[in-house]
């Protein structure tokens, strides 16, 4: 069970750092300074003045840029490395005082893990971003919000539950990457097989 638990701690907010890292850390150091559950020591990493304070404000701004079209994928673009190293430290944390080799498969699985929620949140907000309206953006980055904090309390409160909810959003990535893969090499080949017919016929311009 205790296995159990820490993988769901893992996914649950690595997955959620992956879309927001700086809401996810500072539920973590709030939900530890102010013992909201029951956290292991290992967690007090995150109960630090300056980390709460900062993650905070980073989150403020984020909360904005999110809203702009562009710029929120100008963001997105600045923390293509950030969130993944921000899962793969919560992930390490998470796993408390283990071997190194535990500790750098955490790290991958954590890193792995928010690149995945990063990038399909990123590559959608440049879909939504085509559309001259700004209501589609402002609903994505909402959402979002939403489940980021939703996720985050759920990681919190039952940790295993969270792994199931974790686990079934990265197959629903996985899937929806699939069909994208999918589509593309589609309309590829029907380019491919238009161009190849376009050939004009020989003429014998002999007399």
């Not at 701690?9 to 997955?15: A, K, N, P, V």
């Not at 309206?133 to 039952?158: K, R």
């Not at 996985?174 to 376009?198: E, K, P, W």
């Amino acid at each position: 069970m205790e296995l159990l638990t820490t993988l769901g701690r893992t996914l649950g907010f690595s997955f959620a750092a992956g879309l927001n890292l700086y809401a996810t850390v500072a539920i973590l150091g709030l939900a530890s300074r102010f013992g909201w559950v029951h956290l292991p020591a290992q967690f007090h990493v995150f109960d630090n003045n300056w980390v709460i304070g900062i993650a905070i404000a980073c989150y403020v701004v984020e909360f904005v840029a999110d809203k702009v079209p562009w710029v929120d994928t100008a963001w997105d673009a600045v923390h293509t490395i950030v969130r993944p190293l921000g899962g793969a430290f919560i992930a390490v944390t998470t796993l408390g005082d283990a071997s190194p080799g535990a500790q750098a498969a955490a790290a991958l699985l954590g890193g792995g893990v928010a690149a995945a929620s990063h990038l399909t949140k990123a590559s959608t907000r440049v879909a939504a971003n085509t559309s001259p309206e700004p209501f589609s953006n402002w609903g994505l980055s909402l959402l979002e919000d939403v489940l980021v904090l939703a996720l985050s309390a759920l990681t919190l409160a039952l940790p295993v539950v969270a792994l199931v909810v974790a686990a079934g959003l990265l197959g629903l990535i996985a899937l929806f990457s699939m069909a994208i893969v999918r589509a593309f090499r589609r309309r590829f080949g029907r380019a491919q097989r238009g161009g190849g017919g376009g050939q004009l016929p020989t003429v014998n311009a002999s007399v």
